[in-house]
């Protein structure tokens, strides 16, 4: 079967990424499952997994990349809406700027409201440094930490990230119990996680695990998806994966200020088929009960894992391509697509190549959605990578596997060492030879 | 008094009085020459050169590399230096006290093969190993010339084994012959490997830290060429085609240029099994097949690599080394190379024994040994534990 010209035939390197969102406005009851799905995004269905910070966070970076006005102001008004219920109000300066009374007056920026917070903020503040002077003169451990908690929580809720770090870090040295240092651990991490600082968050994932008593199975469950969401930004996706699939069932719906489970799955699942062989698929992911359960939240990404391990290559790039415009919209997700992408075609073509001695590459091509010359360039980058050992016969368009000659190999390795060695040996002897004279010169100046 | 040198000259016999002979040749080139005489005292000294007892020269060999240090700036003061070539190796030969010996005349027959481009007559004196060396300096040179005459005669990995050493002798201040030695260096490194390996550790500091400095046009065509795209080496080459004229690199440099399609091709054996003489020319970014066609063959008769080309398709097909390493030749080279090998070995160990019972050595190693109580490690001699 010949494959079809308009099929990708490279890496899928493209930032293509607009959907055409006709409806202006128009919602539609959609499952929870549709959001993260291949069909149109449905913006209200996606932001209602999320609370608190993230979800306006995720609401504006969608707004920001799509420049279709019906999805972006969709999104829009939704962050406003969760903004105020809130008190930060530069955020809520920003969200009003970005919708410029395109949703009419309700949508305006309220300067009212604005100034009313910014007035509780400051008496809030007040009280809270007059309750922690206090605390402080008493040098009670336990107020003093909360007093530090309590402020932390306060200038997070105002959206001034840098001070609330620092003061959660600083109850660092009033904690006396391992729950809270867990706490501190944990809202280190929710606010490492907005700033970007992924190191941190790895610092205490390591912290939160190592207080004497294990924490319940929730907070691991969190704890792992920290840790998974760090090396998955830091490149590392062998280990986000492992850490996302060891992630318990329980985490249910408690982590939504950060991720939701529908995120474990998509994160866990492209990770790991990207990075595992097909033992550790087959162990890890195939085989894993408790990451069934987060798979079944998002069935295409389980459906696309089944088909790699059963070889049904097409189909398996078929769902990736239909969930790629709604993974790039994902905060955490959007830079690693490209990569994750080409890592899984990739691996998808050296597992077809494997079990043959010779592979036509025009059927090869229909399996892979592409033409032959793409094909024949994929193979080419791969075989020069030493990722497949074999050759290609451009004339009959054939790929050959190629196994070395080993004996012929050794005899070459042998007698190259002996050239080798034979030069290092007289270059050596001479250097030798040259620094016994030097020696010889500045030895009689020495005794002299 | 070179009337009187040369009048006593003719009464004694070179072969006989050698060495007195020798004494009033030096006196004689100690001095001025004048054309006239010129071609009379090449003959004399070409003469005592080829009769003279080589025991009795040894004993001043100073005066011996006088002479004929004198006899090549002759030669090429005259524009005759084929004449000084033959001669020249003789002396070395008298001179020598063993074939590993570099003498001072090294370098200067190298560089009269040089000027009369008699490569081939350099051959024997380059194929022997050296490990005794009179003068650093003079090694400097010799391997210089000696990388320089291997690169006329295409004998790449040998330039390399010289220029390398050179390269990475020790030396507590930079030389001009270094550097230079250095940039050709790069150059034949790209031709034969491709690449410009790193300095290994036991490069001298000196060298490492000042080198590059002086041969950065060099350096930015090693980085173009790894790269593998022919016009970008091209700009590069144009860049800085004036330095390169200027040290006389222009012809390595043009080597190097058309060493890259050679590279190419060959990393296209890795991939292909077959591959058309149209994707040849695209992947190697050669104009028309036919020219990719001209380049294959050329490779293939020169045993680059193992291909067959088929004209009526256009294709051609690459082949993986013929060679089984069964034939009684192979055999034989292995052996020989085994018994080479264990010759050096051998000598490694003797030198290496040899150094441990170098008093200088010793008395270095005794010192850092004062800390242990004497009673427990008493190997080593008190008289050497002297500060």
Same mark, same amino acid.
């Given at each position: 079967?010949?494959? *079809?010209?308009?099929?990708?035939?490279?890496?899928?390197?493209?930032?293509?990424?607009?959907?055409?969102?006709?409806?202006?406005?128009?919602?539609?009851?959609?499952?929870?499952?549709?959001?993260?799905?291949?069909?149109?995004?449905?913006?209200?269905?996606?932001?209602?997994?999320?609370?608190?910070?993230?979800?306006?966070?995720?609401?504006?970076?969608?707004?920001?990349?799509?420049?279709?006005?019906?999805?972006?102001?969709?999104?829009?008004?939704?962050?406003?809406?969760?903004?105020?219920?809130?008190?930060? %109000?530069?955020?809520?300066?920003?969200?009003?700027?970005?919708?410029?009374?395109?949703?009419?007056?309700?949508?305006?920026?309220?300067?009212?409201?604005?100034?009313?917070?910014?007035?509780?903020?400051?008496?809030?503040?007040?009280?809270?440094?007059?309750?922690?002077?206090?605390?402080?003169?008493?040098?009670?451990?336990?107020?003093?930490?909360?007093?530090?908690?309590?402020?932390?929580?306060?200038?997070?809720?105002?959206?001034?990230?840098? *001070?609330?770090?620092?003061?959660?870090?600083?109850?660092?040295?009033?904690?006396?119990?391992?729950?809270?240092?867990?706490? =501190?651990?944990?809202? &280190?991490?929710?606010?490492?996680?907005?700033?970007?600082?992924?190191?941190? &968050?790895?610092?205490?994932?390591?912290?939160?695990?190592?207080?004497?008593? %294990?924490?319940?199975?929730?907070?691991?469950?969190?704890?792992?998806?920290?840790?998974?969401?760090?090396?998955?930004?830091?490149?590392?996706?062998?280990?986000?994966?492992?850490?996302?699939?060891?992630?318990?069932?329980?985490?249910?719906?408690?982590?939504?200020?950060?991720?939701?489970?529908?995120?474990?799955?998509?994160?866990?699942?492209?990770?790991?088929?990207?990075?595992?062989?097909?033992?550790?698929?087959?162990?890890?992911?195939?085989?894993?009960?408790?990451?069934?359960?987060?798979?079944?939240?998002?069935?295409?990404?389980?459906?696309?894992?089944?088909?790699?391990?059963?070889?049904?290559?097409?189909?398996?790039?078929?769902?990736?391509?239909?969930?790629?415009?709604?993974?790039?919209?994902?905060?955490?997700?959007?830079?690693?697509?490209?990569?994750?992408?080409?890592?899984?075609?990739?691996?998808?073509?050296?597992?077809?190549?494997?079990?043959?001695?010779? &592979?036509?590459?025009?059927?090869?091509?229909?399996?892979?959605?592409?033409?032959?010359?793409?094909?024949?360039?994929?193979?080419?980058?791969?075989?020069? *990578?030493?990722?497949?050992?074999?050759?290609?016969?451009?004339?009959?368009?054939?790929?050959?596997?190629?196994?070395?000659?080993?004996?012929?190999?050794?005899?070459?390795?042998?007698?190259?060492?002996? /050239?080798?060695?034979?030069?290092?040996?007289?270059?050596?002897?001479?250097?030798?030879?040259?620094?016994?004279?030097?020696?010889?010169?500045?030895?009689?100046?020495?005794?002299? | 008094?070179?009337?009187?040198?040369?009048?006593?000259?003719?009464?004694?016999?070179?072969?006989?009085?050698?060495?007195?002979?020798?004494?009033?040749?030096?006196?004689?080139?100690?001095?001025?020459?004048?054309?006239?005489?010129?071609?009379?005292?090449?003959?004399?000294?070409?003469?005592?050169?080829?009769?003279?007892?080589?025991?009795?020269?040894?004993?001043?060999?100073?005066?011996? /590399?006088?002479?004929?240090?004198?006899?090549?700036?002759?030669?090429?003061?005259?524009?005759?230096?084929?004449?000084?070539?033959?001669?020249?190796?003789?002396?070395?030969?008298?001179?020598?006290?063993?074939?590993?010996?570099?003498?001072?005349?090294?370098?200067?027959?190298?560089?009269?093969?040089?000027?009369?481009?008699?490569?081939?007559?350099?051959?024997?004196?380059?194929?022997?190993?050296?490990?005794?060396?009179?003068?650093?300096?003079?090694?400097?040179?010799?391997?210089?010339?000696?990388?320089?005459?291997?690169?006329?005669?295409?004998?790449?990995?040998?330039?390399?084994?010289?220029?390398?050493?050179?390269?990475?002798?020790?030396?507590?201040?930079?030389?001009?012959?270094?550097?230079?030695?250095?940039?050709?260096?790069?150059? /034949?490194?790209?031709?034969?490997?491709?690449?410009?390996? %790193?300095?290994?550790?036991?490069?001298?500091?000196?060298?490492?830290?000042?080198?590059?400095?002086?041969?950065?046009?060099?350096?930015?065509?090693?980085?173009?060429?790894?790269?593998?795209?022919?016009?970008?080496?091209?700009?590069?080459?144009?860049?800085?085609?004036?330095?390169?004229?200027?040290?006389?690199?222009?012809?390595? /440099?043009?080597? &190097?240029? %058309?060493?890259?399609?050679?590279?190419?091709?060959?990393?296209?054996?890795?991939?292909?099994?077959?591959?058309?003489?149209?994707?040849?020319?695209?992947?190697?970014?050669?104009?028309?097949?036919?020219?990719?066609?001209?380049?294959?063959?050329?490779?293939?008769? *020169?045993?680059?690599?193992?291909?067959?080309?088929?004209?009526?398709?256009?294709?051609?097909?690459?082949?993986?080394?013929?060679?089984?390493?069964?034939?009684?030749?192979?055999?034989?080279?292995?052996?020989?190379?085994?018994?080479?090998? =264990?010759?050096?070995?051998?000598?490694?160990?003797?030198?290496?024994?040899?150094?441990?019972?170098?008093?200088?050595?010793?008395?270095?190693?005794?010192?850092?040994?004062?800390?242990?109580?004497?009673?427990?490690?008493?190997?080593?001699?008190?008289?050497?534990?002297?500060?």
């Amino acid at each position: 079967m010949d494959g *079809d010209d308009e099929g990708v035939a490279g890496p899928m390197g493209d930032e293509a990424m607009f959907l055409n969102g006709g409806d202006d406005g128009h919602q539609q009851q959609r499952g929870i499952k549709a959001a993260m799905g291949g069909e149109q995004m449905d913006v209200e269905a996606y932001a209602s997994l999320y609370t608190g910070r993230t979800k306006v966070v995720r609401l504006l970076f969608i707004a920001d990349r799509f420049g279709n006005d019906g999805i972006q102001l969709e999104a829009l008004r939704l962050a406003y809406d969760e903004i105020k219920k809130g008190e930060d %109000s530069r955020l809520y300066r920003e969200v009003a700027g970005k919708i410029a009374c395109r949703l009419g007056p309700q949508y305006a920026l309220d300067q009212a409201w604005a100034d009313a917070v910014a007035r509780r903020a400051e008496q809030r503040k007040d009280k809270l440094d007059n309750e922690l002077n206090v605390y402080r003169t008493n040098l009670i451990k336990e107020s003093i930490r909360m007093g530090y908690n309590d402020l932390g929580d306060f200038y997070y809720a105002h959206g001034q990230l840098g *001070d609330a770090f620092k003061n959660y870090v600083r109850t660092r040295d009033y904690c006396t119990t391992s729950k809270h240092i867990i706490q =501190m651990c944990l809202n &280190v991490i929710l606010v490492s996680i907005e700033l970007g600082q992924f190191l941190h &968050v790895s610092n205490y994932v390591g912290k939160a695990e190592q207080t004497p008593e %294990s924490p319940d199975p929730i907070t691991v469950a969190k704890l792992r998806c920290a840790a998974g969401l760090a090396y998955m930004e830091a490149k590392k996706y062998k280990l986000a994966a492992r850490k996302f699939l060891e992630t318990g069932p329980e985490l249910g719906n408690n982590y939504t200020e950060v991720i939701a489970p529908q995120d474990v799955a998509t994160y866990g699942g492209l990770c790991a088929l990207a990075s595992f062989d097909r033992t550790e698929l087959k162990n890890k992911v195939i085989d894993n009960i408790n990451f069934r359960n987060f798979l079944e939240l998002v069935p295409e990404v389980r459906e696309l894992i089944h088909d790699f391990y059963a070889s049904r290559y097409a189909s398996c790039l078929e769902y990736l391509e239909n969930l790629k415009p709604n993974l790039l919209l994902d905060i955490h997700l959007h830079d690693h697509v490209g990569a994750l992408y080409t890592q899984i075609r990739h691996k998808a073509i050296i597992q077809y190549t494997h079990p043959f001695i010779s &592979v036509d590459l025009h059927m090869m091509a229909g399996a892979f959605k592409t033409n032959v010359s793409g094909l024949e360039k994929e193979l080419k980058a791969l075989i020069t *990578d030493n990722q497949i050992q074999a050759r290609i016969d451009s004339h009959n368009k054939i790929l050959y596997a190629r196994h070395a000659d080993q004996r012929n190999a050794t005899f070459q390795r042998v007698l190259l060492t002996g /050239v080798e060695f034979e030069r290092d040996v007289r270059a050596m002897l001479l250097r030798a030879n040259l620094l016994k004279h030097e020696y010889n010169q500045r030895a009689p100046a020495r005794k002299a | 008094s070179q009337a009187l040198a040369s009048c006593l000259l003719e009464q004694l016999d070179p072969s006989k009085h050698s060495l007195g002979y020798l004494y009033l040749l030096e006196a004689y080139s100690s001095g001025p020459i004048l054309r006239e005489q010129a071609s009379g005292y090449l003959l004399t000294v070409v003469e005592f050169i080829n009769s003279c007892s080589a025991e009795q020269i040894r004993l001043t060999p100073d005066k011996f /590399v006088s002479v004929c240090k004198s006899f090549k700036d002759q030669v090429m003061q005259l524009q005759v230096a084929i004449q000084g070539v033959a001669p020249l190796r003789t002396a070395i030969r008298k001179l020598q006290t063993s074939s590993e010996h570099l003498t001072t005349l090294h370098p200067d027959f190298l560089l009269l093969c040089l000027l009369s481009k008699c490569y081939k007559a350099a051959l024997s004196i380059l194929d022997d190993d050296i490990f005794e060396v009179d003068q650093p300096r003079d090694l400097f040179l010799y391997c210089y010339y000696g990388g320089m005459i291997n690169i006329g005669l295409k004998r790449f990995h040998k330039a390399l084994e010289c220029l390398h050493n050179v390269v990475t002798a020790p030396m507590t201040a930079l030389n001009a012959i270094a550097v230079e030695a250095f940039k050709k260096y790069i150059l /034949v490194s790209l031709i034969h490997n491709g690449q410009v390996p %790193s300095f290994p550790k036991y490069t001298s500091a000196t060298a490492q830290r000042n080198l590059k400095n002086y041969t950065q046009p060099y350096i930015d065509l090693a980085n173009c060429y790894v790269t593998g795209k022919f016009s970008e080496l091209e700009t590069s080459i144009q860049t800085n085609i004036e330095k390169f004229q200027a040290d006389n690199n222009l012809g390595l /440099v043009k080597q &190097v240029l %058309s060493s890259l399609y050679k590279r190419n091709i060959q990393r296209l054996t890795q991939t292909y099994l077959t591959l058309s003489l149209q994707d040849i020319a695209g992947a190697v970014q050669l104009k028309t097949p036919r020219e990719a066609e001209m380049h294959v063959l050329r490779m293939i008769q *020169d045993g680059e690599i193992f291909a067959t080309i088929n004209q009526k398709d256009g294709m051609v097909s690459f082949h993986e080394d013929p060679e089984q390493y069964k034939t009684c030749e192979m055999i034989e080279h292995i052996d020989s190379s085994i018994q080479r090998l =264990m010759g050096l070995s051998k000598k490694l160990s003797s030198i290496d024994e040899h150094i441990s019972c170098d008093p200088a050595y010793l008395t270095k190693i005794s010192r850092e040994r004062q800390r242990f109580d004497f009673d427990d490690f008493d190997s080593v001699p008190h008289k050497f534990l002297q500060t």
